[in-house]
């Protein structure tokens, strides 16, 4: 059952059941498959293709950075779905979307778009790689945001026949968790989520349906987080100690997102401190200022407590805080707090501030979120001796380190009750470290031991392949669905697929259920003949077996009606005309009674008159049977005639009767009579052809 | 069986009365709108009263009083009790609208149909939805899925979409099909052959100019007056449609450096304009897009000043200006006032952008020719003074010590109940305590109001065994390194004061604006003195199309493509429903019905149904051939049955028996005639026949208009001399369709 490491992708038993191939269900990790960064994740079921988030690697530059895109054909992807703003789930979008064949449909919610662009434009101008390397330029972003488009929270819309909605997932403004479901089978992809609310985010929703499929995020896999109140406490009082005894305080965050909630934090905590009010706070991101506008917007996309304070005044209208442009505009003199971006202190402003600090030990440096593996923020949370700065020498580190995670994902309890509640079949992990990962897996095996519960860890580009069985319904509709059927009856009507869903409906309700209509197809077509209309009735009816003859009731042709089917007509003494419906049958019908008219004024001259045959039922009896003699002395060789019209058919030594009135075979031996029966069969088949009538 | 569906109309049938409809889906009573007019006319509501208690579930389409104007009542005084569910903005302009009236009533009469806090417990139970959310209702409505979708006409107006069991029930009133500057327009067409669509016949006779000529009209007319020195009167709604002429005037003021100052007077004008700014996601493309691109809100206003109070506009120098002012009608509010002051100047106009309610002033107005004088009713609140003062607060002193003797027996039952004084519970309260004691001194009042709340908040439960803060006997714990600390207990107190401050904190302004704040809590004794009086009309008077509503030849058009099974009509003059009626019937399908009041119609789907299950074996034989969104196929299946008895379909055991062959597909003659002429086919239309080539012709028979009716099954008749070109043609004709 538990099966670790490798994986065994095969979920169901492929021999047991007719699979077709169109019931397989292939989710592939093209990043963040068993490592943090550059979260894209392709799933294809029916023939239809989803992929989720297009993120970066932080730690990387260039293509390096990218998410495994060759293993896919862009072009067949259907939607693309993007849960929130990060870089590590968006950053690629504009060379996805540009760069790539990809045709199909991207959507996000309105905070994460208005918010990508102004973080990817950013990103575009402090990536300092080469120009080759550049992945997209300012240009590509402002084309992709032409083909974004937006959902709101709990929105349904359906793209090609795979309806899709969002749920909140608390972690950033505008994060969404997606749901996709394609006929029937349901898959959730958390992104990174958070159960806990905070000061302006709402917690995650738990879905009214459970999925199938749940990926699931598994950045802090078995850890568990401190309250939040406790972590607010630990942050505040870390930095009113500092800068009480003359210190800095450094925060590197990532611009948006969690550091608009430790703004709050701040801001809230400077209010009520009034003896703090001479020590300013900083908040270095010209980014984060453009950003405000939206913040100030999609209030409605927070929860309840600011959209309260809302009314009163905005929430984001920070009192205590003030924006830093750059270093140089920066006095430090004397104790102050600053926040500053990258968090990871690769470079940029946090990375000049730290170097310039990092010897006193008055100050503090307070990491409010995770951290990436191999960034200098990552190094100095295990308070090495040294660090190295930027012009390379060596410098003690002696200021204090302090981490306090703020980053919004779910910790252990939140994942197993969010899992518990939820109780997905199949549980995919995504976006962790393969050991944190692991860790979780393990526990997650343990917790769900009782169920048949599968937690899978796929690697990048390892796919992992299902199998749904899935029910195909019909519903019968209109005149066809008078009566329900019982076991044993016939149904036959048209069967219409939209989508994945199936109607059983008769032609005449096509229109009405659906937006197709039915056409009937009337033709006339007139044929030169001037000889006697009866000597086309006779020729008719010597092919024919149902010929009516009546006159038109307004011009007083004679007319004849040939199965029913075709009208024909003497519309003068030149013209006859056929009249009918179109239809295969109908159509050959009428072709044979062209050709019968074209041939009756060619033979005009001779006019033979020939009595009426007279159709001789024992006459016609005697012919069949010599036929039905000759033909199965073709095929067996040995036929004679027995006593009362049977025929007895020796092969092999081997005896076989047959009844030719009934079709029995009396042999003794089982495959013989088969043979005979068969053939018998066919023979009929072709001597008496099922009568027009009956069509 | 199909799902039973009927009909009830409760108000607003064969005139243009409020809206209000009762719609049964298999037993569950859906009420769809619960409008109330202008007046607050309690006759109107009573077939309303005879139903609320039945009521499962509330609808609510647009956030102004024709579509919800009544709930606050209902909910207070007819017994209606079920949720209401709506969108967002309707849920949060409704509010603003209800306020707004509630406090111009106030001011000309002694309002008493419902109170503020009637307004806010009755709004408090909406649960909000998205656009396109699908709502699974449980309980007694097990199976029935809502959804909003997009109606334009207001901010969040909803077409609303009910299934039960595929079968689709869309109410869609007062849509607009045209995007406008701030809204999208309707989504009604994307829906197709619903099984009953209830619409209304408003606008069915009126035919309006295209959306450039109308505006242009307006802003001359508008511009006209300002530079003769005049003043421009525009009776709006409190948060609809006033959102649209913000954004004409704003745009035509940036665009030609104009300062004529413009004003937008209601009770709650701020208010409004703050949540039109973060309600961005509801409103159009082009406004979402301009903010992604620039980050500028189109409604962080530049040229509009908003405002609370009549008083600030009379601070405003004399001269021409533009005021926008609540109500439309005319009947109360601000622009009654406004309207009274102006009305006996030429120079000015008094330009109406919608319909005036029937019977108010407003419609009076729009008659033509206009009446030369009306008479009005100026009504005004004055405080009390001298002996009816005396009187008042000895009256006011009885009655508070009845009440305090009888909120303390309350509160002794509602303590047990609720220990925690959440925060809906909390925030009625305020507002009860502020409005009911219209108590003597405004001073005392507020005393009284906050040592209420006070108390509420912080009452001790009475399950405790004394009213006195929690006690523990201090057996504390030592150990090596002295006492043993939990810090947790530390912690959690800090939560109870953040959790217990937040509601107090911001809660009693967070609803208002200052001014509507001080007016509500301005508990000075007061009356309302009434006085008639004669106005001349000498103003111009001006009534251009700004509802928003798509017009008739528009609503005809879209209601032959969504071809319904059965059309209900409500909402509209006589004249408009007959009207529609009668089309509806030759050219949109059959069943039409246009219901009187309290007449509950049957449009229950004659529709049978059943549900088989598909088996593997069949499917994959079956080849489809694929029409736009369709894939079709011809099955011939035998009945067979699943374990879980369920009916499925198995492939026959014997030979099907042929079937009537049917073509399927659409064809349009003039893209056949198209088709044709790139075959190298001469073809011409003549008389109505398509002459195909020298001989051949082709013909449409039937009305090929009609939809959904029986002649729905085209007929074509193609003619010609037994020829070769015929049978090409022919040919071409048949690649048209799919032969099943």
Redesign the interface.
């Given at each position: 059952m538990a099966s670790t490491g490798q994986q065994t992708t095969s979920l169901k038993r492929r021999d047991s059941l007719?699979t077709?191939e169109g019931d397989q269900l292939i989710i592939t990790p093209l990043g963040a498959g068993n490592e943090v960064g550059r979260s894209c994740v392709y799933m294809s079921y029916k023939g239809k293709t989803v992929l989720f988030d297009c993120g970066i690697h932080p730690a990387y530059s260039g293509m390096a950075a990218l998410p495994y895109f060759d293993e896919i054909d862009p072009s067949t992807i259907d939607v693309l779905l993007v849960t929130h703003f990060h870089l590590d789930h968006a950053a690629s979008l504009p060379y996805f979307l540009e760069k790539t064949t990809f045709k199909g449909r991207v959507f996000m919610t309105?905070a994460t778009?208005?918010i990508y662009?102004l973080l990817l434009s950013d990103y575009v101008k402090v990536s300092k790689v080469s120009v080759e390397d550049m992945l997209f330029d300012e240009q590509d972003i402002l084309r992709s945001?032409d083909k974004i488009e937006?959902i709101?929270?709990?929105?349904?819309?359906e793209v090609n026949g795979i309806r899709f909605?969002c749920y909140t997932a608390g972690h950033v403004l505008g994060a969404a968790m997606f749901m996709v479901d394609i006929a029937g089978v349901r898959v959730l992809y958390t992104g990174d989520y958070s159960r806990e609310e905070d000061r302006h985010l709402r917690a995650a929703e738990l879905p009214?349906f459970s999925p199938d499929i749940c990926i699931i995020e598994s950045t802090y896999g078995v850890q568990l987080h401190q309250?939040r109140?406790?972590r607010e406490?630990r942050f505040t009082d870390v930095i009113h100690s500092t800068v009480a005894q003359g210190g800095r305080v450094l925060i590197p965050a990532f611009a948006l997102g969690r550091a608009q909630e430790l703004l709050l934090i701040l801001d809230e905590y400077w209010s009520n401190h009034p003896e703090l009010h001479n020590i300013p706070i900083y908040y270095a991101s010209p980014l984060a200022k453009?950003c405000m506008?939206?913040y100030?917007?999609?209030?409605?996309a927070m929860n309840?407590?600011i959209r309260?304070?809302?009314?009163?005044s905005n929430p984001f209208d920070f009192k205590h805080i003030s924006p830093l442009k750059s270093i140089d505009n920066f006095g430090d003199v004397g104790p102050s707090v600053v926040m500053a971006s990258p968090g990871g202190l690769q470079s940029g402003l946090s990375r000049q501030l730290f170097d310039k600090w990092c010897s006193d030990k008055r100050n503090a440096c307070v990491i409010p979120g995770y951290v990436v593996e191999g960034t200098l923020a990552k190094t100095i949370i295990n308070e090495p001796k040294e660090v190295t700065l930027m012009n390379g020498l060596t410098a003690p580190l002696n200021m204090q380190v302090h981490y306090i995670s703020f980053s919004a994902h779910a910790d252990y309890a939140q994942t197993s009750t969010f899992l518990k509640e939820l109780m997905p079949p199949n549980i995919l992990l995504v976006h962790g470290e393969a050991n944190e990962m692991g860790r979780l897996k393990q526990k997650l095996i343990s917790l769900f031991a009782d169920r048949n519960t599968k937690i899978i860890t796929p690697k990048n580009c390892q796919s992992v392949e299902m199998y749904f069985n899935s029910?195909?319904?019909?519903?019968?509709?209109?005149k066809l669905?008078?009566?329900?059927?019982?076991?044993?009856?016939?149904?036959?009507?048209?069967?219409?697929?939209?989508?994945f869903s199936?109607q059983?409906l008769a032609?005449?309700d096509?229109?009405?259920?659906?937006?197709?209509?039915?056409?009937?197809?009337?033709?006339?077509?007139?044929?030169?003949y001037s000889g006697a209309f009866g000597v086309i009735k006779h020729r008719l009816k010597q092919i024919y077996e149902s010929v009516g003859s009546s006159t038109d009731e307004e011009s007083g042709v004679p007319t004849l009606r040939v199965h029913d089917r075709v009208t024909v007509k003497q519309e003068s003494e030149n013209h006859i005309s056929l009249h009918w419906t179109?239809?295969?049958?109908s159509d050959m019908v009428s072709d044979s009674i062209?050709a019968l008219v074209l041939n009756a004024s060619r033979e005009m001259p001779k006019v033979v008159v020939e009595s009426e045959p007279v159709v001789d039922e024992a006459e016609e009896e005697k012919k069949a049977g010599k036929i039905i003699h000759a033909l199965l002395v073709s095929i067996f060789g040995d036929v004679k005639f027995g006593e009362n019209g049977k025929l007895v058919i020796s092969v092999d030594g081997k005896v076989a009767q047959l009844d030719k009135q009934s079709g029995e075979v009396d042999s003794a031996n089982e495959g013989l009579r088969e043979r005979v029966k068969t053939a018998f069969r066919r023979i009929q088949d072709a001597v008496r052809p099922i009568p027009l009538s009956?069509? | 069986m199909g799902t039973s569906v009927q009909v009830t109309p409760l108000c607003g049938v064969y005139n243009e009365d409020p809206l209000s409809y009762l719609v049964s889906i298999d037993g569950f009573n859906l009420l769809i709108d619960c409008g109330w007019n202008d007046h607050f006319d309690t006759s109107i509501l009573h077939p309303l009263s005879r139903v609320a208690a039945t009521v499962d579930a509330v609808l609510l389409s647009h956030p102004d009083t024709l579509h919800l104007g009544a709930l606050p009542y209902a909910m207070k005084h007819l017994g209606l009790s079920a949720p209401v569910y709506a969108t967002?903005p309707v849920f949060r302009l409704g509010l603003l609208t209800m306020y707004d009236h509630y406090l111009s009533r106030k001011q000309i009469s002694e309002f008493d149909l419902f109170t503020l806090d009637d307004i806010d417990s009755a709004f408090q139970n909406i649960t909000r939805?998205?656009?396109?959310?699908?709502y699974?209702i449980t309980g007694k409505g097990e199976g029935i899925v809502i959804?909003p979708h997009v109606a334009g006409h207001l901010l969040g107006g909803t077409v609303w979409k009910i299934t039960k069991d595929?079968e689709d029930v869309i109410y869609a009133v007062d849509f607009n099909h045209r995007k406008e500057r701030h809204l999208n327009g309707t989504v009604l067409e994307s829906f197709?052959?619903p099984a009953v669509l209830i619409t209304d016949a408003y606008n069915s006779l009126n035919n309006q100019p295209s959306r450039r000529q109308r505006d242009q009209e307006f802003l001359d007319a508008v511009m006209k007056t300002l530079r003769a020195d005049g003043k421009v009167l525009l009776p709006v709604d409190t948060a609809g449609r006033i959102l649209e002429l913000i954004l004409i005037l704003e745009q035509y003021w940036a665009q030609h450096h104009l300062t004529y100052p413009i004003f937008f007077l209601t009770y709650v004008s701020s208010?409004t304009i703050?949540y039109a700014?973060?309600?961005?996601?509801w409103m159009s493309d082009s406004i979402?897009k301009s903010?992604?691109?620039t980050?500028d809100?189109a409604f962080l206003l530049k040229h509009v000043t908003l405002l609370i109070n009549k008083s600030e506009l009379d601070n405003v120098p004399d001269g021409p200006k533009i005021v926008l002012a609540s109500m439309a009608s005319l009947e109360a509010g601000f622009s009654h006032d406004i309207f009274v002051e102006w009305a006996a100047d030429a120079k000015n106009l008094v330009l109406f952008t919608e319909r005036g309610q029937f019977a108010t002033l407003a419609r009076m107005l729009q008659s033509d020719p206009p009446p030369k004088a009306v008479k009005v009713t100026m009504s005004k609140r004055v405080p009390l003074v001298g002996e009816e003062l005396i009187a008042y607060e000895e009256e006011q002193n009885r009655m508070k010590k009845e009440e305090a003797l009888k909120a303390t027996l309350i509160k002794e039952e509602e303590s047990k109940a609720t220990i925690k004084a959440d925060?809906p519970v909390g925030d009625a309260m305020v507002i009860d305590a502020g409005t009911t004691h219209t108590s003597s001194d405004a001073a005392v009042m507020h005393g009284d109001a906050y040592r209420d709340i006070l108390i509420d908040g912080f009452v001790p439960p009475l399950s405790s065994a004394a009213p006195m803060f929690p006690f523990y006997d201090k057996s504390s714990e030592w150990d090596d390194f002295g006492e043993i600390i939990n810090?947790d207990d530390y912690?959690i107190k800090?939560?109870d004061m953040?959790q217990a401050f937040?509601p107090v904190g911001?809660?009693i302004?967070?609803?208002f604006d200052e001014g509507s704040a001080s007016l509500m809590l301005d508990t000075t004794p007061s009356k309302v003195v009434s006085s008639e009086l004669t106005v001349q009309v000498k103003c111009s008077l001006i009534y251009m199309d700004f509802e928003g509503r798509s017009d008739g030849r528009s609503i005809k058009s879209i209601l032959a493509h969504v071809a319904p099974?059965k059309l209900v009509l409500v909402h509209g003059s006589a004249e408009a429903t007959e009207h529609l009626k009668q089309h509806s019937v030759k050219h949109v399908c059959p069943h039409v019905f246009a219901p009187q009041i309290e007449e509950t119609i049957d449009v229950t789907s004659d529709?049978?149904?059943?549900?088989?299950?598909?088996s593997?074996k069949l499917?994959?034989n079956?080849l489809?051939k694929k029409?736009?969104?369709?894939?079709?196929?011809?099955?011939?299946?035998?009945?067979?049955?699943t374990e879980s008895d369920m009916?499925s379909?198995l492939p026959?055991s014997n030979p099907?028996?042929?079937?009537?062959?049917?073509?399927?597909?659409?064809?349009k003659m003039a893209d056949f005639k198209q088709f044709l002429a790139s075959k190298g086919v001469q073809v011409e239309f003549a008389g109505g026949a398509l002459r195909c080539g020298e001989y051949v012709t082709l013909r449409k028979v039937g009305d090929a208009s009609q939809?959904?009716g029986a002649a729905?099954?085209?007929?074509?008749?193609?003619?010609?001399?037994?020829s070769e070109e015929?049978y090409k043609i022919?040919e071409y004709?048949?690649s048209q369709?799919y032969?099943?």
């Open positions: 007719v077709r309105h778009k208005a662009k945001m937006v709101d929270f709990h929105q349904t819309l909605w009214q309250p109140l406790i406490k453009r506008a939206v100030q917007t999609y209030i409605n309840e407590r309260n304070q809302f009314a009163n029910e195909k319904m019909a519903k019968t509709i209109g669905a008078e009566k329900t059927p019982e076991v044993g009856e016939n149904v036959s009507g048209l069967l219409v697929k939209k989508g199936y059983i032609p005449d096509l229109h009405v259920f659906s937006q197709l209509s039915t056409a009937n197809v009337t033709q006339r077509i007139t044929i030169p179109a239809d295969p049958i062209v009956a069509s | 967002e939805l998205t656009y396109s959310q699908n699974h959804a595929g197709v052959r208010s703050d700014k973060s309600f961005l996601e979402a903010f992604e691109h980050r809100n925060l810090p912690v800090d939560e953040d937040m911001g809660d302004d967070a609803k099974l529709l049978c149904a059943y549900k088989v299950q598909l593997e499917m994959s079956v489809f029409l736009g969104d369709y894939e079709i196929a011809w099955v011939d299946a035998e009945v067979g049955k009916l379909l026959l099907a028996p042929a079937h009537k062959s049917v073509l399927v597909g659409d064809i939809k959904g729905a099954i085209q007929q074509i008749v193609i003619e010609g001399p037994l015929y022919r004709l048949y369709f032969s099943l």
